[in-house]
């Protein structure tokens, strides 16, 4: 069983104990555990069940490379799926529920697949669920859908906040083992900016476990000095707990902190994510342990052999009492002599002929029980490890003997960590003799200045032992720091004792002639439940890229990326094909390089910050008076106000008609408003606009159209001219940032040399629509200007005072009313929106909201950007000729507008609907055509563009776009109805539905 | 995550600060260009693997364009400059021409 | 008429840092370009501010230049006082081409003070602020809209538009809250 050792444990505090559930079981664990050490001292050996077979799992690393061990964490608010309890710190009060399973850890129906296993090899899906199609979605899927798919999605808003921080450095190193200190030590000396990040909660990564001695010190020591030089440097700065996940172009560089996971609801955010720039990455993320590939490796209680270690070392935790350690190098025998001294029985077997290197010696003088030439030739054992046969290597997996233990430590070499180093294209070498991938120096990721971005260092570069890990790092350092254009400081490299190692074996199967019956209870994707066997058919079958096997077998697709399996699924994958392993290569390596919370990576951006919403200067008015807001582009505006007992669309109808019989006030400020200023303007506004706008009069308002340069109609508004070089530009609510920055684009870019300075003043002022007969006489009421007709006429504007407001009048009407437009600077706007309300009571006043608008343009026939247009129709199209100057020899769309297919005489034109029957014609709905298309589909002839209820007319109107349409009125058309249902028939009209005269608005 | 250095106020802007513009020095053809001329101009864009020109503005900081020479496939960038020009910078052409012996010009 | 009110009428929020909206402060964006007769006076005349050269920010006691872009600058005032100084750049640039507006309402304005006041910003903009020297003026990105902010007597100042004043103020907010140093 495993179990806490009585003495040790270098990262526990033995007097704070810490309670904690696992699967509503009450356990203890230490200050100082992951739930990981914490679990593996309560005997707790099986943690989940894996995707596929449902087999039992236990924890099998030490680390985030874990692929078994995931579990949920916390309760509601707090609840996160698929967390590692190797990455996870234990906590007082923390509760963890195992996954992936049902009912029950101890008793899975699902594990009924395992018994099946020879049923479902790789590409099982692809081949089987196939035929008959109907079944895919009633049987095949939902069944899928109940057994797959990994925890459950949390059901309560999470109870944490998140951040970001902006990071800047020019030297930034992941990893604080000791290769990232001496990096670090080395990068600080040069006085360059540094930042030093490590992914768990301790400095100098595996070096205090494996007993190096550095400087003639324990590790550990050096480690504190380390830490304490770099703290007295100002522009060294250092951070644990914080993971880079990703390097991307440019020296961008993802990290996510991890502030207070292990604190949680003590009033810190729970985590952080760091956006940085740096000029130069140093990768200083280790290595990690392969696995070895025996039948049963996955039986809970095989573990690698440096998690073993870990355990030991860091916990005082051994995961047995007996336990066989199974190598095919010498550093698994560090893990050996760790458990012998722990007073713990070990037995190594090691795939090697023979031994020569300091540590077998070592372990030999122990009295540690070696076998060589040996392999695991099958584990025994079922939720638990009590066994194992072990064979010749060479062999074809004869049992020789069998050792009774209860764990089983595995090593099967080490792979650097080089996913910062590919994920912006580093390219990697195969170093054969010491059976491992690393960073190809020739071909690094390049930076903005086309020279290396990363600098791979210590045992990521390969350089596995201390002594070499250390004065690789420090090299790599010095190459980074002048690649800065910094200089190299006074930064002594530290050095390490040098342990005389053997030389490792490869062995990726094992015992290396095993038959069929062995490699398929291989695994090699632990999590994925892909085995030798899996790998060797994809092979078989004719998959020869990595990348397709990939796929094909979901090798290295499950949460853990392939950390622990890639390279010896490729190497199986080589055999199989009977190529040289970096012939078959590795698969891509993309960020990020473990999993992050969607929390950290939203940020800030939740609840009213999820996004910047723009509200006017009389937002919290409408508010405050029941206004139902909705969005426009990113503002809020009043759809309408509805009062007690009213459905939205009555209190439309009553605004509607109480602003075409009364008054109606109208929140307009969303209105783009851009200034145009210079000698130039006039010719530069005729090239924006399709009409001329250099020839407006000083005081007067003009309508006008814009088009993009395909000549498609783009924005609307209406332009007044304020002085003779000085116009100011409407533009439609949404329409204002892109209409200026489509400006400034033509300005800046294609007539430079043209005198017009441009400013953007949509937010100066609130802008309030003042409509409906009695609109003259509530201004006359403020008084301080005179407002009749002949003082400021239709499409004339007046800057003045009302009621000692500073204001400019517009007399423009997008409702067909009499209409005042009145700009007042936005810190007084809600004061004078006020006081009109007020004095506008007993003329009938009533505010109306957005919808309101909507009906009261399209009873008059005016069309509204983004309803009638689309990108794909002209002003042409909407009978706008005249709006378009022929004169001009050219403005921006012209020569679009010339195009035969936009010239031709059949485009689909602007008409009004009538529906006979009085409905709403659905909006959206297609006029049909006789025949089908070449899809089957009925022919159409137009469409629905705006639909609406006219309480005026007190029927449904519509305007739409029709073949041909202005030379149809009066003829009948279908349209197809949205539903599905009966079609509605409705006759073709002029699309002005109201005061066709326009005698209300002229008055 | 692309860094430019706005030849503008010279700010060493990311990507998020900047907006797009899509290819540079295209020549407007108007009223009075043929069919194929305003093809060009419209709808023709390069799309090389390897050195590019292209327009970019610095929209959260000092709202000007600029124009930005860099390889496509490397992200390595040879330079920036000013909107306000028909064609890239002498210097600018040389610097890609040394770095890139092959490169067949930005026409 | 009314006394001009700014957008949050002067919300604060105290954390580890202080925010504070404040206003409403005048301000004029005046577009010419350097060298332009007439600008130095003018901006003289408006603020008694020199003119400040690329990314720079110039002050003269309450009032300051600052340098937006290579033919836009900020003027920056007492509300009250923008009438004047438009005139007083009117006439200054008389005859030459610029563009000079009252821009005071249409903007929000922000300080954040306090010893880690800069930490506040580091959480929402991409800028270096290592990089911003004192006498700068720097524009970039908050989170998700465009602002600008320089140094300023213990903390920063920062100037966004005046509709998203509430969005900014819970994006400082949020940064600043005590727990999050950085």
């Not at chain 1, 090299?475 to 005389?500: F, I, N």
Request: aromatic fraction near 8%; glycine fraction near 10%; charge should be neutral.
């Amino acid at each position: 069983m495993s179990a806490r050792l009585q003495k040790g444990g270098r990262l526990i505090n033995r007097s704070a104990r810490m309670e904690f559930t696992f699967n509503g079981k009450k356990l203890s664990g230490l200050a100082g555990d992951t739930l990981a050490s914490a679990l593996l001292a309560n005997d707790q050996l099986l943690v989940g069940r894996s995707f596929k077979y449902h087999r039992p799992r236990g924890i099998m690393a030490s680390g985030p490379e874990e692929p078994n061990a995931l579990v949920a964490l916390g309760e509601g608010a707090r609840f996160e799926p698929n967390q590692r309890v190797t990455t996870t710190e234990l906590f007082d009060g923390l509760t963890s529920a195992s996954q992936n399973h049902w009912p029950s850890l101890e008793f899975d129906i699902g594990a009924v697949n395992n018994k099946l296993a020879r049923f479902l090899p790789a590409g099982f899906y692809y081949k089987t669920f196939i035929h008959p199609r109907s079944a895919w979605k009633h049987l095949f899927e939902p069944i899928i859908r109940r057994s797959a798919g990994l925890g459950k999605p949390p059901e309560e808003a999470d109870a944490d906040r998140y951040e970001y921080t902006y990071g800047h450095a020019d030297i930034l190193i992941a990893g604080g083992g000791i290769a990232g200190l001496q990096a670090a030590l080395v990068a600080g000396a040069s006085g360059a900016k540094v930042l030093l990040l490590e992914q768990t909660a301790h400095w100098g990564g595996r070096a205090p476990v494996d007993g190096d001695i550095i400087d003639g010190k324990p590790a550990e020591a050096w480690i504190a000095q380390a830490l304490q030089t770099l703290g007295s440097m100002a522009n060294v700065s250092f951070r644990a707990r914080t993971m880079v996940s990703g390097v991307y172009d440019h020296g961008y560089v993802l990290a996510e902190e991890r502030i207070a996971d292990h604190t949680p609801g003590d009033g810190r955010p729970r985590k952080r994510l760091w956006r940085i720039r740096a000029t130069k990455v140093i990768a200083a993320t280790g290595a990690l342990e392969r696995p070895l590939s025996f039948a049963g490796n996955d039986i809970p209680g095989v573990m690698l052999a440096s998690a073993t270690r870990d355990y030991a070392v860091n916990f005082a935790v051994s995961p047995g009492e007996r336990t066989v350690v199974v190598t095919n190098n010498d550093d698994a025998y560090r893990t050996a002599i760790t458990l012998k001294e722990a007073g713990l029985e070990v037995t190594v077997v090691d795939a090697r002929a023979s031994t020569s290197g300091e540590l077998p010696s070592r372990a030999r003088a122990m009295g540690i029980r070696i076998e060589t030439g040996r392999g695991i030739v099958k584990v025994k054992g079922g939720k638990r490890v009590t066994g194992v046969a072990i064979g010749l290597q060479a062999g074809e997996g004869g049992a020789v003997e069998e050792i009774a233990c209860d764990a089983v430590a595995m090593s099967g070499g080490w792979s650097p960590v080089v996913h910062l180093w590919s994920h912006c294209g580093g390219k990697l070498i195969w170093d054969e003799a010491r059976a491992l991938f690393r960073p190809d120096a020739t071909r690094p990721p390049l930076g903005e200045d086309g020279t290396a971005m990363v600098y791979p260092a210590g045992a990521a570069n390969g350089a596995l032992a201390a002594a070499e890990a250390l004065s690789d790092a420090a090299a790599q350092a010095a190459l980074a720091v002048e690649a800065t254009g910094h200089k190299t400081g006074a930064a002594a490299t530290a050095s390490a004792d040098v342990v005389e190692e053997g030389a490792m074996l490869p062995v990726w199967i094992m015992p290396a002639s095993a038959g069929i019956d062995l490699k398929s209870k291989m695994w090699l994707d632990f999590q994925n439940d892909v085995k030798v066997s899996d790998v060797q058919l994809a092979a078989r079958e004719g998959y020869v890229s990595v990348e397709h096997t990939k796929r094909y077998t979901t090798l290295g697709m499950a949460t853990d990326q392939g950390k622990l399996s890639n390279i010896n699924g490729l190497a199986v994958l080589a055999d199989a094909l009977g190529e040289q392993i970096p012939r078959v290569g590795t698969t891509t390596f993309r960020p990020p390089y473990a999993p992050v919370t969607i929390g950290a990576l939203t940020g800030e951006a939740r609840g009213n910050i999820f996004q910047p919403l723009r509200k006017t200067p009389m937002h919290d008015w409408h508010l405050a008076h029941g206004a139902y807001m909705e969005p426009v582009g990113l503002w809020q505006r009043p759809y309408t106000y509805p009062r007690a007992g009213e459905t939205h669309d009555q209190a439309v109808n009553r605004e509607v008609l109480n602003t075409r019989e009364r008054l109606g006030l109208l929140d307009a400020s969303t209105l783009g408003k851009i200034l145009v200023k210079g000698p130039d303007a006039g010719k530069f506004l005729d090239m924006l606009y399709t009409n001329v706008m250099s020839n407006l009069g000083i005081g007067k308002c003009r309508y006008g159209l814009m088009c993009n340069e395909q000549g498609f109609l783009s924005d609307d508004g209406v332009v007044i001219r304020i002085a003779e070089d000085t116009w100011l530009c409407h533009t439609t609510s949404g329409g204002a940032d892109r209409i200026h920055g489509w400006m400034e684009d033509w300005l800046q870019c294609e007539w430079w040399d043209w005198q017009v300075y441009t400013a953007n003043l949509t937010e100066q002022y609130g802008q309030i629509a003042v409509v409906g007969p009695n609109a003259r006489k509530l201004l006359e009421k403020l008084g301080g200007m005179d407002v009749s007709k002949e003082a400021i006429p239709f499409m004339t504007f007046k800057d003045g005072e009302l009621a000692g407001f500073p204001v400019r009048v517009h007399r423009i009407s997008f409702s067909g009313e009499l209409s005042y437009e009145i700009a007042v600077p936005a810190s007084h706007a809600l004061a004078f929106w006020e006081l009109l309300y007020a004095e506008g009571q007993a003329l009938g006043l009533q505010t109306y909201g957005t919808e309101g608008l909507h009906v009261l343009r399209a009873e008059k026939g005016f069309i509204m950007i983004g309803d009638e247009t689309d990108g794909t129709v002209i002003p042409q199209d909407l009978n706008l000729d005249w709006a378009i100057s022929k004169k001009k020899e050219d403005f921006l769309g012209k020569r679009g507008q010339q195009r035969t297919f936009l010239a031709a005489k059949d485009r689909w034109k602007l008409v009004g609907f009538e529906s006979l029957d009085g409905s709403v014609i659905p909006d959206g709905a297609y006029v049909i055509a006789a025949g089908t298309n070449e899809y089957g589909f009925r022919n159409s002839q137009g469409r629905i563009t705006s639909t609406y209820h006219s309480p005026t007319l007190k029927r449904g109107i519509a305007m739409g776009l029709l073949k041909d349409g202005p030379a149809r009125m009066g003829e009948v058309v279908e349209f197809t109805a949205m539903t599905g249902g009966v079609s509605v028939a409705a006759k073709v009209v002029d699309p002005v539905f109201y005061d066709k005269e326009g005698e209300k608005q002229n008055v | 995550m692309l860094i430019l250095e706005c030849p503008c106020c010279g700010v060493k802007a990311e990507e998020t600060e900047l907006a797009p513009g899509g290819e540079a020095h295209l020549k407007r053809f108007g009223p009075g260009s043929s069919d194929a001329e305003f093809e060009t101009y419209m709808f023709a864009r390069k799309n090389p693997k390897g050195v590019h020109f292209e327009r970019w503005r610095h929209a959260y900081g000092c709202g000007k364009w600029f124009l930005a020479a860099r390889d496509t496939a490397t992200l390595e960038v040879f330079g920036t400059y000013p909107a306000q020009t028909t064609e890239p910078p002498a210097e600018l052409i040389a610097k890609i021409q040394a770095k890139r012996p092959g490169w067949k010009g930005w026409k | 008429m009314s006394d001009p009110v700014s957008a949050l009428q002067g919300a604060v929020a105290q954390g580890f840092a202080r925010v504070e909206e404040i206003g409403p402060l005048g301000m004029i964006t005046l577009r010419a370009k350097p060298g332009t007769e007439g600008l130095e006076a003018a901006i003289k005349a408006a603020t008694g501010c020199d003119l400040p050269g690329a990314r720079k920010i110039t002050h003269q006691g309450a009032k300051s230049c600052g340098w937006m872009s290579n033919d836009e600058f900020l003027l920056v005032l007492p509300y009250a006082d923008v009438a004047k100084a438009l005139g007083a750049i009117a006439a200054a640039l008389e005859g030459a081409h610029h563009l000079a507006v009252d821009v005071s309402d249409a903007r929000a304005v922000f300080r954040v003070t306090g010893p880690e006041a800069d930490q506040v910003l580091r959480k929402l903009t991409p800028a270096d602020l290592d990089k911003v020297e004192a006498d700068e003026i720097r524009r970039s990105r908050f989170a998700q809209v465009a602002a600008a902010f320089w140094p300023a007597d213990g903390g920063y100042t920062l100037v966004c538009f005046r509709s998203v004043a509430g969005y900014v103020m819970g994006l400082l907010t949020h940064a600043a809250q005590s727990g999050s140093e950085i």
